[in-house]
């Protein structure tokens, strides 16, 4: 009844929000608004057209400032969604570090020090994001949060083994499935020292209490098992043996 609002973070982020802007000018939908970012370098091709769908830009595998702002601008959007609008959310891998807004006490050099020293240590995704999540304001549930509307549909490109929505970009339309305590862990496993305010902020635990994350309509529109499964039957189809 209202408006169609789109959010969206990852490497795939502007070709995801061509496909909506394409998919509602030919079915005659009405407009489009909102914001996604993605990975420098992976904007919009010549050509390409998404509307009033601004088109960010920042850092991966390291958040950097642009990274702050666009978790910003998209919570900006997020907040602005009224009872009767549509949310749609694109998720794609590299959300995590391109869309940032870090937890109260927590600054971005802390998460760019937490990034890059669990990155070197091969903690593998789900414990990188299970840290990440607690160190955020945006992931964990944070951007659902946010989200005036009521009805949210979500579109997911999975870069993870489980296509768990929990760990694509650090699940910011899913509730955290871990702890501080985990995270804490984590971090002692991994031989990564934190910075001061992150040692603080996990032995506190801030996150409990928080207020429910609403429901999402979430759908993995393509991932690992998808892209395998097309190599094989490209593959069949030449005359190989698969």
């Not at 789109?6 to 509602?24: D, F, I, Q, S």
């Not at 390291?62 to 009224?82: E, H, T």
């Not at 414990?127 to 990440?132: G, L, T």
Request: glycine share 12%.
């Amino acid at each position: 009844a209202g408006r169609t609002l789109v959010v969206g973070a990852g490497k795939a982020a502007a070709a995801m929000a061509v496909a909506v802007a394409r998919h509602w000018r030919r079915q005659d939908l009405g407009p489009l608004a909102g914001a996604v970012v993605t990975r420098y370098g992976h904007g919009l091709r010549p050509g390409e057209e998404v509307g009033a769908i601004a088109v960010l830009e920042a850092g991966h595998p390291v958040p950097d400032a642009a990274s702050v702002a666009a978790g910003a601008r998209i919570l900006g959007v997020a907040r602005s969604a009224g009872p009767d609008d549509l949310c749609l959310a694109l998720l794609s891998g590299g959300a995590s570090s391109l869309l940032v807004q870090p937890a109260a006490g927590v600054t971005l050099a802390d998460k760019q020090a937490i990034t890059r020293r669990l990155l070197a240590s091969g903690a593998p995704i789900q414990e990188i994001n299970a840290v990440r999540r607690r160190l955020s304001a945006i992931k964990g549930g944070g951007l659902a949060r946010a989200i005036g509307a009521r009805h949210i549909l979500a579109f997911a490109i999975s870069d993870v083994p489980s296509d768990d929505f929990a760990d694509i970009g650090s699940g910011p339309l899913s509730p955290d499935p871990g702890t501080a305590a985990g995270a804490l862990a984590i971090l002692q496993r991994r031989g990564v020292e934190p910075p001061p305010a992150v040692a603080r902020l996990l032995a506190g635990d801030p996150v409990t209490g928080c207020a429910p994350v609403p429901p999402v309509t979430a759908r993995i529109v393509a991932s690992a098992a998808t892209a395998t499964a097309a190599v094989a039957a490209a593959a069949r189809d030449a005359g190989w043996p698969v």
